[in-house]
């Protein structure tokens, strides 16, 4: 490293509008692209260094090392493969006094102790949950944000920084809450998803049923069972199953075998289905026909007696 980089490091400009980042994968590049973009003094680390090189030609500081990319800024942000590999990249590196905000993907309980980790080394830990892909980077109307939780004093210190790649939700002070709320979305994302991958499944053979004219059939379907979400937490939460139920779980059942006989006629797999269905009759044995689908969601929680 040249005496004049060294000297960049060392000077560690104003927290405010300064960033050093860990990790350019297409996420951490766009999140540095945008802060360049909008002003702000970035330093970069990755292990593999010529990652760095289009960020540098556009105004970046590269750090040889994680230990000199943390000691340039108060704002550290790492956004890496995974949680040992923020172990790995921090481990020789002086947190005392440093702003760590973790973005890299994770479960809560590492988040919790990767918030514990830094606090022993003197720094206050923000972990993140990112709600968006690397195109909506940058780009305020794609609606992109970051679940934050940890520190409020660090989000408080930093809100304006962290707001400018995407947009910002502070969920408290449990560190693992920004990752417990992107996996929950996330899961009904993939949820979504199964759905949708068999439903195409079923009609994609058939030659008279045109995919063009399906797709908006079965995305005005979707939009329209939405507020299904708003039901079951409302369920949840007054601990009446039934009400407001329009098709109670026994219609729902017997209504099983149609899908499934469908499927395979259509030579379609159900496997997608069938473990939804299961749980169905699951708490159909249970004496629980009146409900809607709201009591499901006590075969898969821990205190749930089904």
């Not at 944000?145 to 002070?173: I, K, M, N, Q």
């Not at 409302?234 to 098709?247: K, N, P, R």
């Not at 006989?261 to 629980?288: I, N, V």
């Amino acid at each position: 490293m040249t005496d004049n980089i060294s000297d960049a490091l060392s000077s560690s400009p104003s927290a405010s509008r300064s960033v050093s980042l860990l990790g350019l994968g297409a996420m951490g590049t766009a999140f540095a692209r945008a802060w360049l973009a909008a002003g702000y003094s970035v330093t970069v680390w990755n292990r593999t260094a010529g990652r760095a090189d289009a960020l540098v030609a556009e105004g970046a500081t590269a750090a040889a090392s994680a230990a000199e990319a943390v000691a340039a800024n108060a704002l550290v942000v790492t956004c890496l493969l995974d949680d040992a590999s923020v172990g790995a990249a921090l481990e020789g590196a002086d947190l005392t006094g440093k702003d760590l905000v973790d973005i890299t993907t994770g479960t809560p309980a590492q988040a919790r102790a990767r918030g514990e980790w830094a606090a022993a080394r003197g720094a206050r830990f923000l972990s993140g949950g990112i709600m968006a892909v690397p195109p909506m980077v940058g780009v305020p109307e794609a609606g992109g944000y970051v679940f934050y939780s940890g520190s409020p004093e660090l989000f408080e210190t930093h809100r304006a920084a962290l707001a400018v790649p995407v947009g910002t939700r502070y969920v408290g002070a449990n560190a693992g809450h920004a990752a417990l709320q992107d996996v929950a979305l996330l899961s009904g994302m993939y949820g979504m998803l199964a759905g949708i991958t068999h439903a195409f499944a079923l009609v994609r053979g058939e030659a008279e049923i045109s995919l063009k004219e399906f797709t908006p059939l079965l995305t005005g379907w979707l939009m329209s069972m939405s507020p299904t979400v708003e039901q079951v937490a409302a369920q949840l939460e007054s601990g009446d199953y039934t009400s407001d139920v329009v098709s109670n779980l026994a219609m729902q059942v017997a209504g099983v075998k149609t899908f499934v006989g469908t499927a395979r006629e259509q030579g379609a797999s159900p496997e997608l289905l069938t473990p939804y269905f299961d749980l169905m009759k699951r708490r159909l044995e249970g004496g629980h026909g009146a409900e809607g689908v709201t009591g499901l969601v006590e075969l898969l929680t821990r205190d749930g007696n089904g």
